[in-house]
């Protein structure tokens, strides 16, 4: 079928093509010239009329034009060049000769583009449903992702498709889940293993503790005397002498020794770190447990490991995730020097980060940035992966979102969460960036390594059950209200069966 004609100077990446019909946004075409068929999508339509132009300001004129002038309407259309169907998706070496035909791709020549070696089907075409849209599941894995979405877009339905479908490949996928939406989620192909976020102290950076206790960056003496303690008690867990006494009441009992004199007294600061042990000892203790294993312990292969984060603050959160991420990229580089190319292979763990602008945010510092970010650069050369998810994309650390080198982009409105993606994607284009406010619910583009080609998709719909859904508060209100009164009627029913009026 003939979209349009080629017009106009065309060049390698592009070329305007003229139509008599109306095609749309997303639509793959072939082009074929000079031996060779080529690929390429459409990004950009306007619709014109040479007799309507905005010159002209007499309203009644324009009535008349409009009346006798249908004849003079066109569509003009802009085509990105992707590259040659028989070439391995190669980009031409020479432009399009103008007056060629632009012809709709057929769907065998589709299908052959979405064909893959480990498929992760994520939803079809947007414009032709009965195209499966696969996307290759190893650079998802090893070169990172980003779901990056407006509220009620269809972020969460797609991170659960995302999740079911790894699970065929029983990939060891964590999650760090700061609502509780996968805690009880149901998935057709793998279960849900919840972890609690309990942590031991002495599986803890001098940093991760030192930021739960509260001891600031500035406080330089508190700090040197929480690191003698802290080290002292490290080398008392190392040798076993004190297994049985808590971590921080190991440090608590060092400066509490060291630092009290003869008459009892003890020195101020030491007794400023040895309150905000207590004090953090308090605030969490539903956190730090003696005997907890080490979390990345806890990760089971073939299921979806669910860190459950919903009844911690952000400041715990962002403890937590470097703590997690931290061990995990350690224990994989001991794999890597240990030269046992399988221990690698099997500490690999894809991490999926909801509210990524909240443990990676843009404009300041926290424990979980740093690592996110080292991950992001490191993780791919130790099996790490990195799954992005934010409804605040302008406010997510741009040195972490462009290390994502797959995207799935659903509807964006806000300017500035455009302007941020694409300035973290490198095949990200204009004509395309203008489309994200008029994606619908469930759509999506989707670009990077993953895929052959960028690709306008519908979301498959998730089969299983999640908690990423709005509230229905208006309907949960109105059922009290309704049952309020049909408890008042029964009760008047009830009086006056017992011969009682009004």
Request: glycine share 6%.
């Amino acid at each position: 079928m003939v979209v349009g004609i080629c017009v106009g100077e065309t060049s390698l990446t592009e070329v305007t093509f003229i139509s008599d019909k109306m095609p749309k946004v997303g639509e793959y075409v072939t082009i074929e010239y000079d031996g060779k068929k080529v690929l390429g999508m459409i990004e950009n339509l306007i619709r014109g009329n040479d007799a309507l132009n905005v010159d002209i300001n007499d309203f009644k004129a324009i009535q008349k034009i409009s009346k006798i002038g249908v004849e003079d309407n066109y569509i003009r259309g802009k085509v990105k060049i992707l590259g040659d169907v028989n070439d391995n998706l190669k980009l031409p070496r020479t432009p399009v000769l103008p007056g060629t035909e632009i012809n709709l791709a057929d769907k065998d020549v589709l299908e052959e583009i979405f064909k893959v070696k480990n498929p992760i089907k994520i939803g079809t075409l947007v414009n032709q449903s009965d195209v499966d849209v696969n996307v290759e599941a190893n650079p998802i894995l090893s070169r990172h992702l980003a779901i990056l979405a407006m509220t009620g877009a269809g972020k969460s339905n797609t991170v659960s498709v995302l999740i079911d479908q790894l699970l065929n490949y029983s990939i060891p996928i964590f999650v760090f889940d700061m609502h509780g939406e996968y805690v009880g989620a149901e998935f057709p192909n793998g279960e849900v293993n919840v972890i609690k976020p309990k942590l031991n102290p002495k599986y803890m950076s001098f940093n991760e503790i030192k930021k739960l206790v509260s001891i600031t960056g500035n406080a330089f003496i508190q700090e040197r005397y929480f690191r003698e303690a802290f080290y002292d008690a490290s080398n008392k867990i190392s040798e076993g002498t004190e297994e049985t006494v808590n971590f921080l009441d190991l440090i608590y009992n060092f400066l509490n020794v060291k630092y009290t004199d003869a008459e009892g007294n003890v020195d101020k600061s030491a007794a400023d770190v040895m309150n905000k042990i207590t004090d953090a000892k308090i605030k969490y203790s539903n956190l730090f447990y003696q005997n907890a294993p080490n979390v990345i312990s806890k990760i089971e292969y073939g299921k979806v490991n669910v860190l459950d984060l919903s009844q911690t603050d952000e400041y715990v959160a962002s403890v937590l995730v470097s703590h997690v991420l931290r061990n995990s990229l350690q224990r994989s580089k001991d794999a890597a020097h240990s030269g046992n190319k399988e221990d690698l292979i099997k500490n690999s763990v894809f991490f999926i980060l909801e509210e990524a602008h909240i443990l990676a945010p843009k404009k300041r510092d926290s424990d979980s940035k740093r690592w996110i970010q080292r991950v992001a650069r490191e993780g791919r050369k130790f099996g790490l992966g990195l799954c992005l998810v934010s409804q605040s994309p302008k406010t997510v650390d741009h040195d972490a979102l462009s290390q994502m080198n797959n995207m799935i982009i659903l509807r964006l409105v806000e300017p500035e969460d455009q302007r941020h993606v694409q300035s973290a994607s490198e095949s990200l284009s204009q004509d395309l960036v203008n489309q994200l406010p008029s994606l619908n619910v469930g759509e999506a583009i989707v670009l990077g390594l993953m895929t052959k080609v960028p690709t306008l998709v519908k979301i498959d719909e998730f089969k299983g059950r999640s908690h990423g859904d709005d509230m229905d508060i208006a309907s949960y209100f109105a059922n009290i209200k309704q049952k309020e009164d049909e408890e008042l009627k029964r009760q008047e029913q009830e009086t006056l069966d017992m011969g009682y009026d009004y």
